[in-house]
């Protein structure tokens, strides 16, 4: 078995209330928006079907939605491969994610509790000593957990679905960040910004704090890439 197709079925979750062919899709969109099949690595069709015990029918599914998302692209004498992601493609998702978290984030202000505010807090709270401990693997869960409660709170399902989505394509330039001391802090200081901004229901300073969250965090991930780019990573 290829180390793609491994990786490809690691994500395959056959338990959920979903067609196979969306099952299939959503483990090839993973491994591939994840970073854990490389650009350039070729898709065999039939491999992955006789791995996966599936028909060829869900494998086609699959690269038809991927090649509208943007992730993979057929090569004349090649097959199909994976695609490399591109700086115009960190700036448009970094823009459309701007404006999903403004309104995820003033709409969730406008609607919490005390209560919730005292969660999220103590979430923060978390956050800043596992950074203390150096504790990246749960840093990592921690920053998912602030966005996430951010969502859930703002009350917008079709919104959360959306970023959700959206966000898994920058999780491999995520990793660099993360790994990066300075950046890291910084980071923990702007989630904190943030809080102080909701709980006092500052609308145009959380506004600042965000596109300059985000702004940071395009520009990192756009060296980042320019790196790996350099190396052939």
């Known amino acids: 078995m290829g180390r793609w197709v491994a990786e490809v079925l690691k994500n395959t979750d056959l338990s959920q209330n979903k067609t196979l062919n969306d099952i299939i899709y959503e483990a090839f969109f993973k491994t591939i928006a994840r970073g854990h099949m490389p650009a350039g690595a070729r898709i065999n069709e039939k491999e992955y079907a006789e791995v996966l015990n599936v028909s060829r029918t869900p494998i086609r599914y699959a690269m038809k939605m991927l090649e509208k998302d943007g992730l993979i692209e057929y090569v004349p004498k090649v097959g199909v491969v994976v695609k490399k992601i591109t700086k115009s493609d960190v700036v448009e998702i970094f823009m459309i994610r701007q404006a999903l978290d403004l309104l995820a984030t003033v709409t969730a202000m406008k609607r919490m509790s005390e209560a919730d505010f005292d969660e999220l807090d103590e979430l923060l709270t978390l956050t800043e000593n596992?950074?203390?401990?150096?504790?990246?693997?749960?840093?990592?869960?921690?920053?998912?957990?602030?966005?996430?409660?951010?969502y859930d709170k703002c009350g917008m399902t079709r919104l959360k679905e959306i970023t959700t989505k959206m966000k898994e394509y920058l999780v491999r330039l995520r990793g660099f960040s993360l790994n990066n001391a300075s950046r890291r802090q910084l980071a923990i200081e702007q989630h904190r910004r943030i809080y102080v901004a909701m709980r006092n229901q500052d609308e145009a300073q959380l506004k600042k704090i965000i596109e300059s969250h985000l702004n940071e965090s395009m520009q990192f991930s756009l060296k980042t890439l320019e790196q790996e780019n350099c190396t052939g990573g």
């Not at 869960?141 to 602030?146: C, V």
Request: net charge negative; charged share 25%.
């Open 130 to 150: 596992a950074n203390q401990a150096d504790s990246v693997e749960q840093i990592s869960q921690l920053f998912k957990d602030f966005h996430e409660f951010i």
